[in-house]
């Protein structure tokens, strides 16, 4: 399959890469807690629930030709949650998704991997940039699009839920 980014990214912690056939088992620290869930999924997956996401975004890759990375901390060799480009046919736009298990929050990681995905998104995507769908009342994650450089560009109902939506610029920093 010729993917229209690269299979494989690296940062300083991190590895951004391709999922394979048991990374289900460290994602479903992230699908099995209900506060990792809340404002994503809003309740938690069953193990065979967590496998079927991640073959979801295994899936995505060959529709698309890009999709979310198991991001797998490299001193660990555990993958601690998606990050990358989605789409699925009812988004009203790509974007760069992130979710990482709770053990990993507050260290950098997801910042870390979104800002890697950035920048092949603004390769991908040179004349309209992707967004970050968020719910209004995940306050997190809204931070960390701003963080990134991402811009609150409105407000939307997205599955019944108020959501907004954040653009990432094409500019990238370092």
């Not at 809340?38 to 999709?67: C, F, K, P, V």
């Not at 940039?129 to 409105?154: C, M, Q, T, W, Y």
Request: charged fraction near 25%; aromatic fraction near 12%.
């Amino acid at each position: 399959m010729n993917y229209r980014i690269p299979e494989r990214l690296e940062t300083p912690r991190l590895i951004l890469r391709l999922f394979k056939e048991n990374d289900w088992m460290d994602l479903h620290a992230l699908y099995s807690d209900p506060e990792c869930t809340r404002y994503t999924l809003q309740r938690t997956l069953t193990e065979g629930e967590s496998w079927r996401t991640m073959a979801t975004m295994i899936g995505h890759w060959q529709i698309h030709g890009y999709g979310p990375y198991a991001v797998e901390e490299k001193s660990s060799g555990k993958v601690i949650g998606p990050v990358g480009l989605w789409y699925p046919n009812d988004w009203p736009e790509p974007e760069i998704k992130w979710a990482l298990a709770r053990a990993w929050w507050g260290h950098g990681y997801a910042s870390e991997a979104a800002r890697a995905v950035k920048h092949v998104a603004a390769v991908l995507f040179p004349d309209r940039p992707p967004i970050s769908l968020i719910f209004a009342d995940n306050e997190p994650s809204k931070r960390l699009a701003i963080a990134i450089g991402a811009v609150f560009e409105k407000e939307i109902e997205f599955r019944g839920v108020s959501a907004h939506i954040f653009r990432h610029s094409t500019l990238v920093e370092a």
